[in-house]
C-alpha cells in the first residue's frame, strides 16, 4: 500500500488542523492506519491508531483529548483532526499501516508502509 499524507501547515497555538492520508490499494480496510510524528532531535512517536473497520483507536496520553483520528474506507483515506494545538506538537506527521485490521500498535516497528511527511508548524 502507498501512503500519501497532506494537510500540514502553520497555524497559532489553540487552533486547528486537519491531516489527510490517501492511500492506494483495494485492501484498505484491512490495513490499521496509524500517525506518528518526528520533532526536530526526537524519536519519531506514536500519535494515534485506528483498526480497519474503524471501531477501534489508540492515542497517545498527550494528544488525547485534542486529536481526532478517523477513516473513510470508501475513500482509502485516514485522517487526524487537531485541535487546540501546542507548539509542543511542532513536527513533521507521517501516516502509516500495519498489515492486519486489528489490534492498533504503538510501536513505529509494526508498521510496514509509510507515507512521506508533512510539517506542522504551532507558533506561540
Known amino acids: 500500500v502507498q501512503l500519501q499524507a497532506s494537510g500540514g501547515g502553520l497555524v497559532q497555538a489553540g487552533g486547528s488542523l486537519r491531516l489527510s492520508c490517501a492511500a492506494s490499494?483495494?485492501?484498505?480496510?484491512?490495513?490499521?492506519l496509524g500517525w506518528f510524528r518526528q520533532a526536530p532531535g526526537k524519536e519519531r512517536e506514536f500519535v494515534a491508531g485506528i483498526s480497519g473497520s474503524g471501531g477501534i483507536t489508540s492515542y497517545a496520553d498527550s494528544v488525547k483529548g485534542r486529536f481526532d483520528i478517523s477513516r473513510e474506507n470508501a475513500k482509502n483515506t485516514v485522517y487526524l483532526q487537531m485541535n487546540s494545538l501546542k507548539p509542543e506538537d511542532t513536527a513533521v506527521y507521517y501516516c502509516?499501516?500495519?498489515?492486519?485490521?486489528?489490534?492498533?500498535?504503538?510501536?513505529?516497528?509494526?508498521?510496514?508502509?509509510w507515507g512521506q511527511g508533512t510539517l506542522v508548524t504551532v507558533s506561540s
Open positions: 490499494g483495494r485492501t484498505f480496510g484491512n490495513y490499521v
Open positions: 502509516a499501516a500495519f498489515s492486519s485490521p486489528y489490534p492498533v500498535p504503538k510501536a513505529k516497528s509494526e508498521y510496514g508502509f
